[in-house]
């Protein structure tokens, strides 16, 4: 699975300055995220993401975050159609805080509103949608509510990613792949995933189980292991135009074991 693409290519912070006339499109438009096949989420999105989508984690340079896979191939989100539209029934928050984002400078513990200038959904000139500035340079009621928005995701990303990280450094998360066999015979790998093992899981100590039951992130490891059966729904949505699967979806382990570590 190749790494998710940044969606911001020109973030700029917000300013009365720069943007006074600006607005935002009411119309939701997900072009933006149409090379995506894996998205950042919540750990307070896992019940409703694992109804319908496969929660994964990523690992690169031993930071883990959960994602969920929204599609099987390189580069194509099969949740985003030709117009723009979102066609699944859970869009994470990092889809909807854009063209937001809060963003700060190194050593600097200030955060700032910035907006994706390149987003087609914003319009320079303020004849559509909703202005970004009052007539006083104040916050319009769409820039509130972005920046309550963008700072509530924050402080769950630093949530989420403290979970990860301690399934991380528990020795929980394996590589795994998924493979997708057709009738014609063709093959497809999905790798540079992982998931959480369930002989690890089973195998962790008692004191460290006890921990993830009170602190609720045992659930989250059972709604990501639930989850986990969605694939084969992508699977088949990635054949819709082709034969049929000859052979089921297969999810594998395919890492090494690794030594279990205790947090420091």
């Known amino acids: 699975m190749p790494r998710q693409l940044g969606l911001y290519e020109r973030p700029v912070p917000v300013s009365p300055g720069r943007h006074r006339s600006w607005s935002l499109r009411a119309e939701p438009d997900y072009r933006f995220a149409a090379q995506l096949n894996?998205?950042?989420?919540?750990?307070?999105?896992?019940a409703e993401a694992a109804r319908t989508l496969p929660i994964v984690f990523s690992?690169?340079?031993?930071v883990?975050?959960?994602?969920?896979?929204?599609?099987?191939?390189?580069?194509?989100?099969?949740l985003v159609d030709a117009e723009g539209g979102w066609t699944g029934s859970f869009i994470p928050a990092s889809i909807r805080r854009y063209p937001f984002v809060l963003s700060k400078t190194p050593n600097d513990t200030t955060m700032t509103l910035c907006v994706d200038e390149a987003f087609v959904g914003l319009d320079p000139t303020g004849a559509t949608g909703d202005r970004l500035f009052d007539v006083d340079d104040g916050h319009s009621p769409r820039l509130s509510k972005a920046i309550g928005f963008a700072a509530t995701l924050q402080?769950?990303?630093a949530r989420t990613q403290a979970f990860a990280q301690?399934?991380?450094?528990?020795?929980?998360?394996?590589p795994a792949k998924l493979t997708i066999t057709t009738s014609d015979g063709s093959v497809r790998h999905l790798t540079g995933f992982y998931h959480v093992a369930r002989a690890r899981l089973a195998a962790t100590?008692?004191?460290d189980l006890k921990a993830l039951l009170v602190s609720g992130e045992l659930e989250l490891i059972f709604l990501h292991l639930q989850s986990l059966g969605s694939f084969e729904t992508l699977a088949r949505a990635l054949v819709a135009e082709a034969p049929k699967p000859s052979e089921p979806t297969t999810f594998e382990?395919?890492?090494k074991?690794?030594?279990?570590r205790r947090p420091s």
């Open 253 to 255: 382990s395919s890492g």
């Open 205 to 207: 100590p008692d004191a």
């Open 166 to 174: 301690r399934l991380h450094t528990l020795g929980l998360l394996e």
């Open 64 to 78: 883990a975050m959960p994602v969920v896979v929204v599609g099987l191939e390189n580069g194509r989100n099969s």
């Open 38 to 46: 894996a998205i950042a989420v919540m750990t307070a999105e896992f």
């Open 257 to 260: 074991p690794k030594a279990r």
């Open 155 to 157: 402080q769950e990303h």
């Open 59 to 62: 690992v690169e340079q031993e």
